[in-house]
């Protein structure tokens, strides 16, 4: 037998020592590889942010978001598979008391394959927003379980409603997701700042919602069907801080009938989430020698307008206005007059003196070179308002935030395309912040209310699968609904889309803006709106930005009403438009808070790595401060 010489041991003892070595860092290496297509993701982003199917895993620790007392805030969820029987629960969040009936949502997909404008995108954008249980009739739905294809990410949004008496502090929690296999706890930690948001809006809304949605959406037909239904969307929307102003479900004059489906939500004791919430505005939608004494009669007379004429001459001659206004006056002069049109327009068609609330569209109110309301004309309007109590500008957004047409040249942007990118837009493929910034504008332009066409346009169709219209993508629809054949339970709800939670958002970004204001700081206010959205055509802005510029405004709030400001926190590694990972900025005058490698975003932000994502729609970036050459007259459509 040969003998191994010590020498060869040792050799052999060397290799073997190698081959671990190697088999380690090999592991190593491995560990930070992408994962196969069969591990499972589960991450967390803020609102502001749409998650694209398509949109790549973060590595993203807990959720940590702040709400006034009476608000709504909320985070993301998001696995990213493949993973099958995914299913979502999550539990009270304890503090220094406890906050019950955090709600979870799945985050339906919609399909676009044409955006809406030059700064749209295609792909499957998420949209509805179908319930776990619903907020009316407190009824399991369909949202669980849902599969994630291999390779792609499906969102489960997570909302909490502060109550009005939460105690401030740190509250926390925790969403567990589970899957075929796996498992997943999201911490969650809610700061509650010490001042109350109220229940209903301060910012006037008249939005559209129009006789015969509902009848084939639902299947619904007799009146008191259609208005038992009608009603459910009325404290839905008052729950997202709207008014639905358009009441028509074909009783006509039958006021008896109207106060009985609609008057809660009119007078705040509909059963609403948020306390006492009433309704803003209501068009007159009758005979106005019928509703205005009955309006006159139950306290309503405040909220109560004529909508006289929409975009004249489109709807209706100029020459119609001062009739049509001489009629709401006889009736009342509590009745006001609305107008969609600018003051340059009225006072040129001699009609100023009938109307009560002027609308321009929101592009004439700072317009992009090349127009004849080019630069702020919000100050044109003031001594008009001077002359009656009566008097308000409201402001609106219409397909001009998109381009009308829908034809738009890609390869080849003509000077009309570029004009319209930019703008404040509720289109399902418009990054989120886009979505949330109309009523920053609002209180940035100092207009009293917001008007919008409709709300259930797509409802004549299948708004689940295409809600394409007046080029644009959503325009008109903010609700889907919600049938039992689709979602499951036993009874027709509305379903919020994303944008309407947005829209939302924005509206309680506005109480911020409007409290501080009204603590006698209201130069800050209007600096950090301004520094945010600096003109109403630059609204693709750092989603960061804005959870900053919310810090800022709460840390504001406190000081001034003698409470302890938490810390900010200090820049960091921001997200881009709308909520897209890119380089960190800090906007509105305030800082952006980062800790421990992650991003919180003030009013509502995150405690995350600085990973990339798909974000909203990625490649917006198109130069919103490009105007139109020459004398560009642009006619506005409201049906955008």
């Given amino acids: 037998m040969a003998l191994r010489s010590p020498n060869a041991t040792l050799e052999g003892e060397h290799r073997s020592d190698l081959v671990k070595s190697l088999l380690a860092v090999l592991a190593a290496i491995a560990a930070f590889q992408p994962m196969a297509a069969s591990a499972v993701d589960v991450w967390v982003t803020h609102s502001t942010e749409k998650i694209k199917a398509s949109a790549t895993a973060r590595t993203t620790a807990a959720a940590k978001i702040s709400a006034a007392r009476n608000e709504f805030e909320a985070f993301q969820v998001v696995v990213t598979g493949s993973a099958s029987n995914v299913s979502a629960t999550v539990s009270d969040l304890t503090g220094p008391g406890k906050i019950t009936g955090v709600r979870l949502y799945r985050e339906a997909l919609m399909n676009v394959t044409t955006p809406s404008g030059l700064d749209g995108t295609t792909g499957q954008i998420p949209d509805g927003l179908v319930p776990d249980v619903d ?260 402001t609106y957004q219409s397909c001009m935030s998109h381009g009308c047409g829908g034809s738009v040249n890609f390869g080849n942007p003509s000077a009309s395309d570029y004009y319209y990118t930019g703008w404040p837009s509720y289109a399902i493929d418009a990054s989120a912040i886009r979505n949330r910034a109309m009523e920053w504008l609002s209180f940035r332009y100092r207009v009293s209310g917001e008007l919008y066409y409709e709300t259930v346009e797509a409802y004549r169709a299948d708004p689940w699968s295409n809600q394409w219209g007046f080029g644009g993508n959503g325009d008109g629809t903010l609700f889907y609904p919600g049938t039992t054949a689709r979602i499951g339970g036993s009874h027709d709800v509305p379903v919020a889309s994303i944008r309407l939670k947005m829209l939302r958002e924005g509206m309680e970004d506005y109480e911020y803006l409007k409290l501080l204001s009204d603590l006698g700081d209201e130069a800050d206010a209007r600096a950090i709106a301004a520094k945010l959205f600096p003109q109403a055509y630059q609204t693709e802005q750092s989603a960061d930005d804005l959870f900053a510029a919310r810090a800022q405004l709460a840390s504001l709030i406190v000081q001034r009403t003698g409470g302890a400001v938490p810390p900010v926190g200090t820049p960091g590694g921001g997200t881009g438009p709308g909520g897209t990972t890119g380089g960190g900025t800090t906007g509105g005058g305030t800082t952006g808070g980062t800790t421990d490698g992650g991003v919180t975003g003030g009013g509502a932000g995150l405690q995350q790595a600085g990973a990339s994502g798909c974000g909203s729609a990625g490649g917006f970036g198109i130069a919103a401060a490009l105007g139109l050459t020459g004398a560009l007259r642009l006619r506005r459509r409201r049906r955008g």
Avoid at 341 to 369: C, F, H, M, R, W
């Fill in 135 to 394: 907020e009316i009739f407190g009824e399991h739905r369909n949202a669980f379980p849902f599969t994630v294809p291999a390779g792609e990410s499906r969102a489960v949004w997570v909302e909490v409603l502060v109550p009005p008496d939460a105690t401030p502090g740190d509250y926390s929690g925790t969403v567990n997701v589970t899957w075929d296999g796996g498992s997943k706890a999201v911490p969650v930690t809610l700061t509650v700042w010490p001042f109350t948001l109220p229940s209903t809006a301060s910012l006037k809304t008249a939005f559209g919602f129009t006789w015969g949605a509902l009848n084939v959406a639902d299947g619904v037909s007799s009146s008191d069907d259609v208005a038992a239904l009608r009603a459910i969307y009325d404290r839905f929307a008052l729950d997202h801080r709207l008014t639905l102003s358009h009441i028509d479900d074909g009783a006509g004059d039958d006021m008896t009938h109207f106060a009985s489906y609609y008057g809660p939500s009119i007078d705040g004791t509909a059963a609403t989430r948020l306390p006492g919430a009433k309704m803003t505005a209501v068009e007159a939608m009758g005979n106005l020698g019928t509703w205005s004494p009955f309006f006159a009669q139950k306290g309503w007379s405040d909220r109560l307008f004529q909508y006289t004429c929409d975009e004249p001459p489109l709807t209706c001659a100029w020459s119609d206005i001062p009739t049509r206004a001489a009629t709401a006056r006889a009736a009342s002069p509590a009745v006001r007059t609305l107008v969609t049109t600018t003051i340059a327009e009225a006072q040129s068609q001699g009609v100023l003196s009938s109307i009560d609330i002027l609308v321009p569209v929101i592009n004439y109110l700072d317009d992009k070179a090349g127009s004849e309301f080019t630069g702020e004309q919000r100050g044109n309007y003031d001594a008009w308002l001077a002359g009656s109590s009566k008097r308000e500008v409201w």
